[in-house]
């Protein structure tokens, strides 16, 4: 089993459209927890961090579920810039940051 | 926040030759990461460079396949030695700066095609 499992999609919505991952983890001693934008060709970007009390920035909303060990983003009104891959990244003890493999999101006009 | 500049963004290179990557960070770090990114897959970290001392493998790679230099806290090298196509890969330095998480900056990755 992976250590940061994400479904790779490709998620392709039409433009205003509201869109969920998830992204589930195997080590119950993680600390910290991401997600990160990755635009074609380019490097990854901190999207948000995500608090176990849930956080929202603008459209997007990231929700940590300890028990059930996953994390979750929700895309509200999806815009064309949204396209990309979102990558589920998760840090344990010891400076370890473990990356999923990403979600490919194509937003249409 | 830390900007790394990270060179070259891309190259082709003959099997067998090996090629230099560098990164400058515009901060002293303590830690700088190392990571590779094939077509369609997650991040996979090749090694830690900490400055004065070797740097720290993962599993599946080796000092003699990925030598690492980190002769300062702003700047680390990390050399593909004796390419083969399988090294084809995008190859990105990394920086972790604490915030109110720690949060973890890229260079521009560097694309490297072997034939």
């Known amino acids: 089993r992976k250590e940061v499992e994400q479904d790779p999609g490709p998620f392709n919505v039409p433009e205003g459209a509201t869109v969920a991952f998830n992204c589930t983890y195997s080590?119950?001693?993680?600390?910290?927890f991401f997600w990160y934008r990755q635009d074609c060709r380019k490097e990854p970007k901190l999207l948000m961090s995500v608090y176990s009390s849930g956080n929202e920035d603008g459209r997007f909303t990231a929700q940590l579920n300890r028990a059930s060990q996953y994390i979750s983003l929700l895309i509200r009104d999806s815009k064309l810039s949204d396209s990309a891959t979102y990558l589920c990244v998760v840090t344990t003890g010891g400076f370890k940051t473990i990356f999923g493999a990403g979600t490919r999101l194509f937003v249409k006009a | 926040s830390a900007v790394i500049s990270q060179k070259p963004s891309r190259d082709i290179c003959q099997r067998g030759t090996s090629l230099t990557i560098q990164c400058q960070v515009d901060?002293?770090?303590?830690?700088m990461f190392w990571y590779r990114q094939q077509p369609g897959q997650s991040l996979t970290l090749i090694a830690t460079a900490n400055q004065g001392s070797e740097a720290t493998y993962e599993s599946g790679f080796v000092i003699d396949k990925f030598p690492i230099s980190r002769p300062n806290l702003t700047f680390s090298t990390l050399t593909v030695s004796n390419m083969s196509p399988e090294d084809s890969s995008i190859y990105l330095c990394s920086v972790e700066v604490e915030t109110a998480n720690t949060e973890a900056f890229f260079g521009q990755g560097t694309r490297l095609t072997v034939v």
């Open positions: 901060s002293q770090v303590t830690m």
């Open positions: 080590n119950s001693a993680s600390q910290s």
